[in-house]
């Protein structure tokens, strides 16, 4: 299969250019879709550590009446059940207004009007906010940062200043394509959005080395008859089949995990697909384009 990638270097600088600034402009607007339910809320557990005649039930329904008497409104109730009972965990927008012990002694009252006031009652209070912190965005940029370093020295000892500084810059180009494709499609991005960052950078920067490296082996045999637009079309025509296979792969996992359903695992599916169509883009138009040009 002939390819000529380098001639359609205007149509690709225009799709680039327009998913970069859309994706910008969504950032800067909307910010990121930070998810769906990864933001400050409270998390009040109940428990009973043995499940004899309802008392479980009792657990329950002595902390909802509790809830109501305090006019404290909950999200949803979710029940996760071991060998020993149920616990059931009650989610609430905002910080609850009362203590553990307040609650205990609730449950506790139920449980002895129900004459089983030998159970014991647990009850905890978790909040729970998820935000990137600075030290978290400080770990993201010095992680990638140690990945670029590693790359650029491995590809400049390998394959020489041109490739490296190609390799480089389409890795760079993709993480910051992948940030702007998912701030314009409203992927939720937390809690993972520092894997899908360095991942793209990663997966951009292994694909551009196989390029990279196929421009030294066929410079090397027919250099001297090939210009340098023909030795990149040619590379990325021999190359077809390694990219369709890898981007093939992604596919199958991100569909998979779209497929299996829930918020999270669908929000990670779609990240994936983003990553992976993004990489493989990246790498197999804008590393030969910017071999080539820094050939001249």
């Avoid at 600034?21 to 950032?27: E, I, P, R």
């Avoid at 701030?183 to 951009?204: C, D, E, G, K, N």
């Avoid at 030795?231 to 089949?241: C, D, E, R, T």
């Avoid at 497929?259 to 999270?264: E, I, N, Q, Y």
């Amino acid at each position: 299969m002939k390819m000529n990638i380098t001639s359609k270097f205007k149509i690709f600088l225009i799709i680039t250019l327009s998913i970069l600034v859309l994706g910008m402009v969504f950032l800067g607007v909307f910010g990121f879709n930070k998810a769906f339910d990864y933001k400050k809320h409270c998390e009040v557990s109940v428990s009973v550590d043995m499940d004899v005649e309802n008392s479980a039930d009792t657990v329950k329904n002595s902390a909802i009446k509790f809830f109501s008497d305090k006019n404290v409104k909950y999200k949803k109730v979710d029940v996760l059940s071991d060998d020993l009972g149920n616990t059931f965990v009650f989610s609430f927008k905002d910080n609850v207004s009362f203590n553990e012990n307040e609650l205990q002694e609730a449950i506790k009252s139920s449980l002895e009007e129900k004459g089983l006031s030998r159970l014991n009652a647990s009850v905890s209070i978790d909040n729970v906010s998820t935000t990137v912190s600075e030290g978290k965005v400080g770990g993201v940029i010095i992680a990638l940062a140690i990945v670029a370093v590693l790359s650029f020295v491995y590809t400049l000892i390998m394959e020489k200043f041109v490739s490296a500084v190609s390799v480089l810059a389409s890795s760079v180009g993709a993480s910051v394509l992948v940030l702007a494709l998912l701030a314009l499609a409203r992927i939720p991005v937390l809690p993972y959005l520092s894997i899908y960052f360095i991942s793209s950078y990663i997966l951009t920067s292994i694909l551009s080395l196989v390029l990279v490296n196929r421009y030294k082996e066929i410079s090397k045999w027919e250099g001297a008859k090939l210009s340098n637009e023909e030795i990149v079309n040619k590379a990325s025509s021999q190359s077809v089949v390694r990219f369709s296979f890898i981007a093939g792969l992604f596919l199958v996992a991100s569909v998979f995990m779209i497929a299996m359903g829930g918020k999270l695992l669908t929000a990670i599916g779609l990240a994936t697909l983003v990553v992976d169509v993004v990489s493989v883009f990246t790498s197999f138009v804008w590393t030969p384009i910017l071999w080539k040009s820094l050939k001249k």
